[in-house]
């Protein structure tokens, strides 16, 4: 009966966190002098609808990826699903290391789309 209480180290808020990370971190500065993308800016409006359509398949992938992890948890050895002390259970690491991936894939392809449209603004105003 043990192995069933685990559950309360699993996705908690760690899903709603990835969530907000991925659009600040689309459009903010973040490191490395990156370029900001503004709300306001026309470039990024056009691509507003793509991101969106972006957005919402990140948000089926990663809930068919808690899904399906979930579904096959309960076939794991004890050791993966245990936590020890304070520290969370290997497979709430692992489920956070994968979610975590996907978060950052789709930061890069933002953030790709919109350096692209930026260019393309850029080299047809000018």
């Excluded at 192995?3 to 899903?15: D, I, K, Y």
């Excluded at 900001?36 to 359509?53: D, E, H, K, M």
């Excluded at 808690?66 to 699903?81: G, N, S, V």
């Amino acid at each position: 009966m043990a192995r069933r209480t685990a559950c309360r180290f699993l996705p908690r808020q760690g899903t709603l966190r990835e969530v907000r990370h991925v659009a600040l971190y689309t459009f903010s500065r973040n490191r490395n002098n990156m370029q900001p993308f503004l709300l306001s800016c026309a470039a990024v409006r056009g691509q507003i609808p793509t991101l969106i359509r972006r957005h919402v398949v990140f948000l089926a992938a990663l809930l068919l990826l808690q899904t399906a992890a979930l579904e096959f948890r309960p076939k794991l050895p004890d050791h993966l699903i245990t936590p020890r002390g304070t520290d969370p259970p290997l497979f709430a690491v692992i489920l956070g290391v994968l979610c975590g991936c996907l978060a950052v894939v789709q930061v890069l392809n933002n953030r790709s789309l919109l350096e692209r449209a930026h260019r393309s603004a850029q080299a047809n105003a000018g």
